[in-house]
């Protein structure tokens, strides 16, 4: 009852392709992917991307109306736990306004933060997009958003990083990367808005995502520096930097998809990318679909690039 060599190969060839799973959630578009670990189970909180329509968005956009989370405890099954936060029903949002972009969500004190940029209704301070919290007793809602967005924050793509000393800091983009404290409420800026560092000075940098590594603290980022965005990264012995870009560690897709962005966790004992591609729209780069990749470091720390695997 020897197991057959021949059968051996077949199924070391057949293997990888069984297990890969790009993009892993098919069911609907999915964008902007940030990944948390909470009690041992990961929380994927991404964008929802939608169809436009006459009366619905702007045709030929981003168009995203809600969010919902997504859970796995293996990496490969997923459950959808349905819409968290939608956009009528947040008091600052401008109503029908379908621009629900790049979200985060944090744990702290017993309560998940969920961190969300839209455009809202009252634009007295400036138009443009502006950043809500919802909080939860449960990482999957209910959520409450707030009745105001953060004071004196002006962008998107939040990014919430609570430190080893328990400060926690948001991070945001508009055009360039921003960060500041929060203060111990979540719900507010402790410090002044300020840049991180000498970031590239060309192209949109977007979607921050800071993470610490032995003592290291990793600023990373999508980066236009040619066409379509790739994925940088910067380092600094502090959270709010200054901090000094170190190179490239996801390459511009080859098959154009325009926006990358991505977080980054460790989740036993492996680091994984979470990122995102048009694999289930190949025709309309804006209805894109998220995907998750191993990550390795250097042992100097430097951050291996990572090759995008799929289905
Ligand atoms: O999903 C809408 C926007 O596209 C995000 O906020 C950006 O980071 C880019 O992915």
Partial sequence: SKFPFWLTVLALFLLPRAYAQNPFITNQFTADPTARVFNGRVYVYPSHDIRCGPGRGRSGWFCMEDYHVFSSANLTDWTDHGVIVTQNKVPWVQPDSYAMWAPDCVFRNGHYYFYFPATPRDTTGGKGFRIGVAVATQPTGPFVPQPQPIADVRGIDPNVFINKDG?????????????????????????????????????????????????????????????????????????????????????????????????????????????????????????????????????????????????
Wanted: glycine content about 6%.
């Fill in 167 to 311: 400060q926690a800091y948001l991070y945001w983009s508009q055009g360039n990367i921003y960060g500041a404290k929060l203060k111990d409420n979540m719900l507010e800026l402790a410090t002044a808005p300020q840049t991180l560092g000498e970031l590239p000075a060309k192209g949109l940098k977007e979607g921050p995502f800071v993470f610490e590594r032995n003592g290291t603290y990793y600023l990373t980022y999508p980066h236009v520096a040619n066409k379509t965005e790739r994925l940088e990264y910067a380092t600094s012995a502090s959270p709010l930097g200054p901090f000094t870009v170190q190179g490239v560690f996801m390459d511009e897709s080859p098959t154009g998809c325009w926006t990358n962005h991505h977080s980054i966790i460790e989740f036993n004992r492996q680091w994984y990318l979470f990122y995102h591609h048009n694999d289930l729209s190949p025709q309309f780069d804006k209805n894109r679909s998220i995907r998750l990749d191993s990550l390795f470091f250097e042992p100097d720390g430097r951050i291996r690039k990572v090759m995008p695997t799929l289905r």
